[in-house]
């Protein structure tokens, strides 16, 4: 065998471990989909509990990336409406758009994109106190644990 350099030593190398970590990947997500599927047999109604939460945590992240305008832009939409025509209260919400699927506000702001939006934020207000209260938790039991007693 003939040295060829460092680099068709490292692409090799290199190749090898993605190889490996895709079929790790793989493995991992095929015990998931099998352990799902034995939780959907024994609990049909909390499978479709889970697969209706899963879909509205997916469609708040993935949310702002697809939707169709500014949020925060006033008249955003293509067609922007008088204001007169779109004040509050609005008995439709196709009153204002006529292109957009949640219609608009009196603004002329696309309901859709903002509820996308705000569902982000929640999402990440959601995961932030989750991982804020499980630190101070820590924290605590930690401090705790060290002292002998309560706090």
Not at 51 to 66: E, H, R, T
Request: hydrophobic content about 50%; charged content about 15%.
């Amino acid at each position: 065998m003939t040295y060829s350099g460092g680099r068709a030593l490292k692409v090799e190398v290199l190749s090898r471990a993605v190889s490996l970590w895709i079929r790790r990947a793989v493995s991992l997500v095929l015990r998931l989909l099998r352990s799902v599927g034995k939780f959907s047999k024994r609990n049909p109604l909390g499978a479709v509990g889970l697969g209706i939460i899963f879909g509205l945590v997916v469609i708040a992240a993935v949310g702002p990336f697809v939707a169709p305008y500014d949020p925060f832009q006033i008249g955003a939409a293509p067609k922007q409406a008088s204001v007169s025509w779109c004040a509050p209260p609005l008995t439709w919400p196709w009153d204002c758009w006529d292109d957009n699927v949640l219609g608009g506000d009196h603004l002329g702001r696309d309901v859709l994109s903002r509820i996308l939006h705000g569902a982000w934020i929640s999402l990440l207000v959601g995961v932030a106190a989750s991982i804020a209260g499980t630190l101070a938790g820590g924290l605590l039991g930690i401090t705790g644990g060290y002292w002998g007693g309560k706090l």
